[in-house]
């Protein structure tokens, strides 16, 4: 029958899910049929979800009861048996340039309609509920389109104007209607100037970039330099330290050499007297004897005092010499000093004990401070914008005592300019006669921000010390850029040269008429900017300064060529 009646073709047959011959063929209570496999599939992954159908949308309350419709398998079996039409031709299907069906799986059908409601594109008979269901049929469908993003849900017409009044993409009809007055371009213009001013913010990033690539280096520059520092000190301290307590043994050593030197001396001393008082002791022993022998003789005369207590003679009755006792010289002339002996050093020695503690004690907090003081500051990295810069900024004036005499001040001593005469400043020891150049009065220590604005000629904007020469001898002794007590940038008309202790970088950069100077004195920082809408790194260095530094300029060129340090604030 299926050969006599209407011509079906396999799509006829076809379930709309997989887009297969029907297989255990099932009919919803829509009244759309699918293979048993496919909605229950569909189902069971919105199983949370109110059960409906995917063609017509239309929900049920509870979920239906699958059972096979047996007149449609049947059916099916029959036409496979006799024969289905030949699928669509290859020139149904999606090509490489076509609009494909969104809602096709496997092999996807060329869309005939785009909906700008539900941004996708619908093959014939997948837009089919869009013709039959009330909600789909308000929906706006339009030729198949790619990009439905740019088709105006309005007009269908493609959005190629750009409103810049309310920042949204429109049509030409829009542009007229609701649109009209507003300011509207092409949105090729609009395209053209977002990607400039993409570009524009990709430099920028870029450069941002590069700037912080460069900030972390300098940190990890910064880690080694600090454990370099570290172990060289701490090897330095415990040098100084052993030969301080080198020192210390050895003034012990010392002092009880000579302790025990003069220990010996006095031991030796007093045993020299006292073997002496011994001998003596011996031959008064002696002698006493002798005499207490003579006074048990009966035969001798008596004894005769003399003229002396300490001394006398006894004159023998049977021979004429005499025995005579020598006075007890010594025993008269010994004293004994309290026991004090060598206290006296322990004293001496314990005064220097004190006087070292002292010291210590003292010098110890001035250590204590200065490695304590040790500061990388980490949370002061250098600013990254202008607006961050002048947070620092300073009002640089010119020293008269300084400036040359073929420039003249003006601007309140911020600006100097070249004359063909010499001005008739006061003689000053200050004065640079040499280079037509100034320094500032500010002696600057901390975080300091300031420009340099030029004029004609070139300039050289610099930092220095302010015991550079200033007259007299080389003239590279006084040029900024060209000694070890200045550093300077020189502008020229077409180029930047940094110079420090006559050592030359050529450096590029946009040109501008304005240089920017960021000084950070602690963390050695000086950094040179060109500024114009944005501001530019030209250069950066990293150093000590060991001294406070100054402010300069060095104006180069012909008459009239000035620079001036330009108010900030």
């Given at each position: 029958m299926a050969q006599k009646g209407v011509q079906l073709d396999q799509e006829t047959f076809s379930c709309s899910m997989c887009l297969e011959v029907l297989k255990d063929p099932v009919t919803i209570p829509c009244g759309h049929s699918y293979c048993m496999n496919c909605i229950k599939n569909y189902w069971d992954e919105g199983e949370k979800k109110i059960p409906s159908c995917p063609l017509c949308r239309e929900t049920f309350t509870q979920r239906p009861v699958l059972v096979k419709n047996t007149m449609l398998a049947a059916l099916v079996e029959e036409m496979k048996k006799t024969g289905l039409q030949a699928a669509p031709a290859d020139h149904c299907y999606a090509g490489p340039e076509d609009v494909a069906c969104d809602f096709c799986s496997g092999r996807k059908l060329k869309a005939v309609k785009s909906c700008l409601v539900c941004l996708a594109s619908y093959c014939e008979k997948h837009l089919q509920p869009h013709y039959d269901v009330a909600p789909l049929k308000k929906h706006k469908l339009v030729d198949p389109s790619k990009n439905l993003q740019y088709i105006c849900p309005r007009h269908g017409e493609v959005m190629k104007m750009f409103c810049r009044t309310d920042e949204k993409c429109i049509c030409y009809?829009?542009?007229?209607?609701?649109?009209?007055?507003?300011?509207?371009?092409?949105?090729?213009a609009e395209r053209t100037e977002r990607q400039r001013e993409m570009e524009v913010s990709q430099q920028q990033i870029q450069q941002e970039i590069q700037d912080r690539e460069r900030d972390v280096k300098l940190l990890q520059q910064e880690v080694e330099a600090i454990n370099q520092s570290a172990d060289k000190t701490v090897e330095d301290s415990e040098e100084i330290f052993t030969e301080l307590i080198s020192l210390l043994w050895k003034r012990s050593s010392d002092v009880k050499q000579q302790i025990r030197s003069q220990q010996e001396t006095e031991v030796r001393r007093v045993r020299e007297l006292e073997e002496k008082l011994q001998q003596e002791i011996t031959d008064l022993k002696r002698r006493d004897a002798e005499m207490k022998q003579l006074h048990n003789n009966?035969?001798?005369?008596?004894?005769?005092?003399?003229?002396?207590?300490?001394?006398f003679s006894i004159r023998p009755l049977t021979?004429?010499?005499?025995?005579?006792?020598?006075?007890?010289?010594?025993?008269?002339?010994?004293?004994?000093?309290?026991?004090?002996?060598?206290?006296?050093?322990?004293?001496?020695?314990?005064?220097?004990?004190?006087?070292?503690?002292?010291?210590?004690?003292?010098?110890?907090?001035?250590?204590?401070?200065t490695i304590t003081d040790v500061d990388v500051l980490l949370s002061q990295l250098e600013p990254k914008s202008r607006a961050g810069f002048l947070k620092y900024s300073c009002e640089i004036t010119l020293d008269p005592n300084t400036v040359n005499t073929r420039l003249l001040l003006s601007e309140e001593n911020r600006k100097v300019t070249i004359l063909n005469q010499h001005q008739s400043y006061s003689s000053h020891?200050?004065?640079?006669?040499?280079?037509?150049?100034?320094?500032?009065?500010?002696?600057?220590?901390?975080?300091?921000?300031?420009?340099?604005?030029?004029?004609?000629?070139g300039v050289f904007v610099a930092v220095s010390y302010k015991k550079i020469?200033?007259?007299?001898?080389?003239?590279?002794?006084?040029?900024f850029g060209f000694n070890d007590k200045s550093w300077s940038l020189r502008c020229s008309s077409d180029r930047f040269l940094f110079m420090y202790n006559n050592i030359r970088t050529v450096i590029s950069g946009p040109q501008s008429s304005r240089i920017g100077v960021y000084l950070d004195h602690r963390a050695g920082v000086l950094s040179f900017y060109s500024v114009s809408g944005t501001m530019t790194l030209l250069h950066r260095v990293q150093t000590s300064f060991t001294q406070p530094l100054h402010a300069g300029v060095w104006v180069c060129g012909t008459v009239g060529a000035s620079a001036e340090f330009c108010k900030l604030k």
């Open positions: 009809l829009c542009s007229v209607e609701e649109h009209k007055g507003h300011d509207t371009v092409s949105a090729a009966p035969s001798l005369p008596p004894l005769s005092e003399s003229t002396h207590s300490s001394s021979h004429s010499s005499s025995i005579s006792i020598r006075p007890l010289t010594h025993s008269s002339s010994i004293s004994i000093r309290p026991l004090r002996y060598f206290q006296d050093v322990t004293a001496a020695v314990s005064e220097v004990r004190g006087q070292l503690q002292d010291i210590l004690r003292d010098m110890w907090t001035n250590v204590s401070l020891p200050d004065r640079f006669t040499n280079v037509l150049q100034v320094l500032s009065r500010e002696s600057l220590t901390g975080r300091h921000y300031w420009e340099v604005e030029k004029k004609a000629g020469s200033r007259s007299g001898g080389e003239w590279k002794e006084s040029a």
